[in-house]
């Protein structure tokens, strides 16, 4: 079994307490309660609720973008990396990143600022080989299902089915599979 470190945890209880209170209510008390430890015990790991939130947002977006590098697996193929990357945004429809986004920019804008760069490597990284308008097409579809979803108007499962649908039909006739 694989242990999860204290940071780790304190960070899967601050998404907890979004997804079940919201935004708003995710307080360095609410957490610390949500993870069982004392603040004295949060703060020793993030020393203010914007510490916090920056962990949060930096955790989540590096989660994605481990999965996003196993998935495409290194693999040089053109479109591999653009592929992994639509597959792996529709699927974070259904998951936590839009909690943690949303609510570090609530309470610290200038946690953007991580996510732009990374966005923009992304998107260089996913039109790389490729044609630039086709391959940018494709991105900016599944960051609009996306951001969609953060902004809390989510499509529903079978718009997301007909999306990836359309999507692969796409992809498929840019590159190679």
């Not at 949500?34 to 949060?56: C, D, I, Q, T």
């Not at 597959?87 to 839009?98: C, D, K, T, Y």
């Not at 039109?127 to 599944?142: E, H, I, K, M, R």
Request: charged share 20%; aromatic share 6%; with cysteine.
């Amino acid at each position: 079994m694989v242990r999860t470190s204290n940071r780790t945890a304190l960070l899967e209880a601050a998404v907890r307490v979004a997804s079940r209170e919201g935004a708003a209510r995710l307080t360095l008390d609410a957490v610390a309660l949500e993870a069982g430890v004392s603040k004295g015990g949060l703060l020793y790991h993030f020393a203010s609720k914007e510490a916090l939130l920056s962990g949060l947002l930096s955790w989540e977006l590096g989660s994605f973008e481990a999965a996003l590098e196993a998935r495409c697996a290194g693999s040089p193929a053109p479109g591999a990396y653009l592929r992994a990357y639509l597959e792996l945004s529709l699927e974070a429809l259904s998951f936590r990143v839009p909690l943690g986004v949303l609510a570090a920019f609530a309470f610290e804008p200038s946690a953007l600022a991580d996510l732009q760069t990374r966005l923009l490597y992304w998107r260089v990284r996913a039109c790389a080989g490729l044609d630039p308008a086709q391959a940018l097409t494709l991105v900016l579809a599944a960051d609009g299902a996306w951001l969609a979803a953060l902004l809390g108007a989510p499509i529903s499962e079978p718009q997301a089915q007909s999306l990836r649908a359309q999507l692969d039909a796409l992809i498929s006739s840019e590159v190679p599979a």
